[in-house]
């Protein structure tokens, strides 16, 4: 069988190998692998008695191997690679459709040390729940071992990690998200510290017994030991549960080095900026799941002159640098991001960006061999096989594809991608922005007044419930520095390393400035104030240019707002009261916020630093004042 058509000449795809080639997986550790790896592998192959072990190179024939096998045991099917040049389809068991936050522990040997956003177990009962699982877990399977790295190979910035899967599509997935394969393997010396990320779908094979496409287990757990920094996810294949160098290491095990090591892991995008003088600025954002952080940070603005070029959009690793100034990376090496809702219209880089090379997991299937979801076109094709793997048309009256459902691709192929994205140093952090998505109250931006009420607002993030499904509709659900399911450790803790990071910051003044932007503001006729999309590029122009020192600002209760005038809104539907309206503020509404604040900060007991505790004091006497 051969896996794909003649690429178009246009595209630079790569051939696929031929399942008559002798096999390019390698059955035993590299001469040069770590002992230490070498002896966890030997001690999790015991425990779950896989058929076979490969050592994960990261080659493109070994690539096309494990692709090649997964067409054969159904997990993918190949696109029409006129369209769709060297790309794949997964449809996922209809139960493993995304992250389990409640199957997600983090198991430090104290509750009080994973605080009360986290669910808890004792370590010690954790270990036993999850050998008794993970024992034969594998019976019928292989054991691929996949060595990574978090940034660039060789960088200060970048730690690695050592993933062991029985999922090819995992391996595969974590190809196009890492740094994967031998190079990273020489990386990690006797003296490197690796993080030993142990996985499984939990389905072994008895001899003889058929595989289903999509194995996984009804039972699902995601579990971190931050004490000994090491991950275990049992059951599921699907994104963050199964690919364990995205949320696990990057966001909550990283959390936690970060914390030792005096730094941050962040759940937060990249960008670089040049304004129309030429000046580049570097900006980092945090947005809670599902607020556009892939389109925000593929951003075309509508405000001439302005450029803005991708680094990451999920995640960034911040670390004061040896000049006193605060450096990103993005840890990751690709986007595992919506397809659902993905278009021309709202982000016609990322449509660029998944030309070809790309696995999509649970989109449609057009009759022609390409994919489709709701918003990728205006108008429906006539007919799909929907990502259950059923016929569809648009009478059918459910989505065609899951609203969760994904691309995963390279970022090297994002027609966006700056120059200095995979730069080992780093970038020069110039502001740092958090984004709720908030019907009522929140600016559409609002510049906080130092680091302490950025870090305020930072953990004040929130958004109102929308479903009744997800508790009282318009409560606020909290989600501190879009970091609620991906922090490692105490929350509370968390506010105090960060101002312990601004602490050091200051010495050497290199502390970035910090914004709130809120794109989804809505009228008292329900209606969006605020256009969105490439006009937030108008915002970013603002606080760009107040870092610049050049935009006006008015001083109000929340910190900073444009002065008016001070945002470029030529071009832009906003009325004028539209405008007025996207930064009324109502002091009765912000002082029952702050009371429903203080509650939130109260689960934390005394852990909340005195200072962040101050911030909703004084927020209170400005709104009393107003
Ligand atoms: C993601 C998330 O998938 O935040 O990035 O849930
Ligand atoms: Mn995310």
Redesign the pocket.
């Known amino acids: 069988m051969t896996l794909t058509a003649d690429p178009p000449a246009s595209a630079s795809a790569p051939e696929t190998g031929s399942h008559e080639l002798p096999s390019l997986l390698h059955h035993s550790a590299p001469a040069n692998a770590n002992p230490r790896i070498v002896a966890w592998v030997d001690r999790m192959a015991a425990l779950t008695t896989p058929d076979d072990i490969v050592w994960v190179t990261g080659s493109r024939g070994e690539q096309d191997e494990l692709l090649r096998r997964m067409v054969e045991t159904g997990t993918i099917v190949q696109l029409n690679p006129e369209y769709r040049p060297y790309s794949f389809l997964a449809r996922s068991n209809p139960d493993d459709v995304a992250?389990v936050e409640a199957r997600t522990f983090i198991c430090t040997e104290k509750q009080v040390d994973a605080g009360p956003t986290n669910n808890w177990v004792e370590p010690a009962e954790m270990r036993e729940t999850l050998d008794g699982l993970f024992t034969g877990a594998m019976r019928g399977r292989t054991m691929y071992v996949v060595p990574f790295s978090m940034g660039p190979l060789g960088s200060p910035l970048s730690r690695y990690g050592v993933q062991l899967t029985d999922s090819p599509y995992v391996v595969v997935s974590m190809g196009i998200m890492t740094r994967m394969g031998s190079a990273a393997l020489d990386h990690i010396t006797p003296s490197t510290e690796w993080v030993p990320a142990a996985h499984t779908v939990g389905a072994p094979l008895e001899p003889g017994e058929a595989d289903v496409a999509w194995p996984c287990n009804p039972t699902k757990y995601v579990s971190h030991f931050p004490d000994t920094r090491e991950i275990w996810s049992y059951g599921s294949a699907y994104?963050?549960n199964a690919i364990l160098a995205k949320k696990s290491f990057a966001l909550r095990i990283a959390s936690v080095i970060a914390r030792d090591e005096g730094w941050l892991a962040e759940?937060m995008l990249l960008l670089k900026v040049t304004n129309p003088r030429g000046r580049v600025f570097h900006v980092a954002a945090a947005f809670p799941?599902a607020c556009g952080k892939t389109n925000f940070a593929m951003l075309r603005p509508t405000i001439p002159g302005w450029h803005v070029e991708t680094i990451g959009d999920?995640i960034a690793w911040l670390a004061p640098g040896a000049d006193g100034r605060l450096r990103a990376i993005n840890p990751e090496a690709g986007f595992?991001g919506v397809a659902h809702g993905t278009g021309a219209s709202t982000n016609a880089t990322a449509v660029e960006t998944i030309w070809g090379n790309t696995i999509f997991t649970n989109v449609a299937l057009r009759d022609d061999g390409d994919i489709w979801w709701e918003g990728l076109t205006q108008s429906p094709p006539d007919h799909l096989i929907d990502w259950t793997g059923h016929d569809w048309t648009p009478a059918s009256g459910t989505p065609a594809a899951h609203p969760n459902s994904r691309f995963t691709v390279s970022a090297a192929q994002c027609p966006s991608i700056s120059d200095d994205w995979d730069d080992p140093r780093g970038v020069v952090i110039d502001a740092i922005i958090f984004g709720g998505r908030r019907a009522t109250n929140v600016p559409l931006v609002a510049e906080a007044r130092d680091w302490e009420h950025g870090v305020f607002l930072g953990a004040t993030i929130s958004s109102e419930r929308t479903a009744a499904a997800e508790g009282t509709l318009g409560e606020l659900r909290r989600d501190p520095f879009a970091m609620l399911p991906f922090c490692g450790y105490n929350m509370a803790d968390y506010w105090a390393h960060w101002l312990e990071v601004g602490a050091e910051l200051r010495k050497t003044g290199g502390v970035p400035r910090i914004f709130m932007v809120n794109w989804f503001r809505k009228g008292e006729d329900g209606r969006y104030l605020w256009p969105g999309f490439g006009d937030n590029g108008r915002v970013l122009a603002w606080i760009l240019d107040r870092v610049e020192g050049v935009a006006p600002a008015v001083s109000s209760p929340l910190g900073w707002l444009p002065a008016p005038g001070a945002v470029d809104l030529d071009g832009a539907d906003v009325s004028e009261s539209d405008w007025e309206q996207l930064f009324a503020i109502d002091p009765a509404a912000h002082l029952a916020e702050a009371d429903d604040a203080e509650k939130f900060f109260d689960t934390f007991g005394t852990r909340v630093p005195g200072a962040v505790r101050a911030q909703l004091e004084e927020l209170r006497q400005r709104m009393k004042a107003a």
Do not use: T, W
């Open positions: 992250r994104g963050g759940h799941s999920d595992f």
